[in-house]
Each structure stands twice: as structure tokens, then as C-alpha cells.
């Protein structure tokens, strides 16, 4: 079974800078899927961006990258340029390539933009 | 396109109680899914749909029951509510394909007491 663990519960940042957020994951496969998450106090979810395990390429969206080392079983999203928008739960998840029906998620970061 | 709808959007039951979540889509997807989120935690799976007609267990399918008779709608069952389903449930759908985004609707608050 895959696991993902976000180890910061919380975190914050004042407007206009950077900040990352860390995960971690455990698998034995080599093809997959992560994606990060954005859920407002509205409770949505929010695709935020996603990576594919066989590119090496970092993802970007704008405002969002990511760090993706598949060996450290790591991806990281940072955000720059921080807006009071961008106060939300951050949730990392992954997804097996032959078996998608089955996002795992971690516990999430709750992440405080600060005027 | 109204997306993913759930509903009800909040429900008060009562121990024992049975009751039905309707989700709703309207862009045509295979892929529908049932999630719970407790507090402090991430979603976990319950139940998904590959498509109309078939149903599968997810992580935590225990006290839930589905069903999928129409392509565009996912019902989630309780037969008998216990106070461990109080949870904020999301639906779910995507199309084929494991890239393709999981599209979610805005949940629905259940409390049993």
C-alpha cells in the first residue's frame, strides 16, 4: 500500500513571499502519478498541479512549482509570491498509473497567508 | 456546466437512521467516487464507479453501500448510521484515462449523534 506523509501541520507566510511545503511518499512501483490539492475554508477541492513520475521535469502553474525527486520519494510545492488567496489546506496525493481509481492523500497542511 | 453536485449539504442524523447521498455530474465522466474527510486528515476512499452499473471498494467501504444505475449520478447509502460516519463526504468523477483530474464536488457535513 502506498502512504503519503506531510509532516508540517501548519505553517504561514506573509504576502508576497515564498514558501514551500514538503511530502513525502512510499512506493514500490515506478509509475505514477502526485498531485497537490488547495482546499479554501469553502471546503472545495482544488487541483492545484500535478507530475508524472517519469518526467523529470519539474511541473509549473504559474505561481505553484514543484520539486520532484523520485528517489528522495519527494515532492514539494512552493509557492511564491504569496496572496491572502492562497490560505488553505494543502493536501499531496498520489496515484498508481495501472491502478487510477484510488487517490491517496496525506494529512495536509494548513498554510496562513498573513498581510 | 454545474459540475459535481452534491446533496443534501449538511444532515443531523440520529443513530441507527438510515439515509442516501446523491452525486450528480453532468460532464459525462466514467469515473465517479466516493470520499470521506475526518478531521485532521486527508480524504479517504469509500466506494468507486468505473462505470454505470459497477461498483468497488475502497479503503474504508465498512457501513456503506452504493450504487450507480444511471451514468451521470453515484448514490451512497447508510443503512444504519453510526456516530464513527460523522465526516464531510466528496463525490467525485473524472474521465478515463488515471491522468485525468478528479473533479469534486463541495461536500456534504454529516453528524450522527
Known amino acids: 500500500a502506498q502512504t503519503v506523509t506531510q509532516s508540517q501541520p501548519e505553517m504561514s507566510v506573509q504576502e508576497a513571499e515564498t514558501v514551500t511545503l514538503s511530502c513525502t511518499y512510499d512506493t514500490s512501483e515506478s509509475n505514477y502519478y502526485l498531485f497537490w490539492y488547495k482546499q479554501p475554508p469553502s471546503r472545495q477541492m482544488i487541483l492545484v498541479i500535478r507530475?508524472?513520475?517519469?518526467?523529470?521535469q519539474n511541473a509549473t502553474e504559474n505561481r505553484f512549482s514543484v520539486n520532484f525527486q523520485k528517489a528522495a520519494k519527494s515532492f514539494s510545492l512552493k509557492i511564491s509570491d504569496s496572496q491572502l488567496g492562497d490560505t488553505a489546506m494543502y493536501f499531496c496525493a498520489f496515484l498508481l498509473r495501472d491502478a487510477g481509481n484510488m487517490l491517496t492523500f496525506g494529512g495536509g497542511t494548513r498554510l496562513m497567508v498573513k498581510p | 456546466n454545474a459540475g459535481v453536485t452534491q446533496t443534501p449539504k449538511f444532515r443531523v442524523l440520529k443513530t441507527g437512521q438510515s439515509m442516501t447521498l446523491l452525486c450528480a455530474q453532468d460532464m459525462n465522466h466514467e469515473y465517479m467516487y466516493w470520499y470521506r474527510q475526518d478531521p485532521g486528515m486527508g480524504l479517504r476512499l469509500i466506494h468507486y464507479?468505473?462505470?454505470?452499473?459497477?461498483?468497488a471498494k475502497g479503503e474504508v467501504p465498512d457501513g456503506y453501500n452504493v450504487s450507480r444505475l444511471k451514468k451521470q449520478n453515484f448514490l451512497l447509502g447508510l443503512e444504519s448510521a453510526a456516530p464513527s460516519q460523522t465526516s464531510v463526504y466528496f463525490c467525485?468523477?473524472?474521465?478515463?484515462?488515471?491522468?485525468?483530474?478528479?473533479?469534486f464536488g463541495p461536500g456534504t457535513r454529516l453528524t450522527v449523534l
Open positions: 467525485a468523477s473524472r474521465l478515463t484515462g488515471a491522468y485525468n483530474e478528479q473533479f
Open positions: 464507479s468505473v462505470g454505470e452499473g459497477t461498483t
Open positions: 507530475q508524472e513520475a517519469y518526467k523529470q
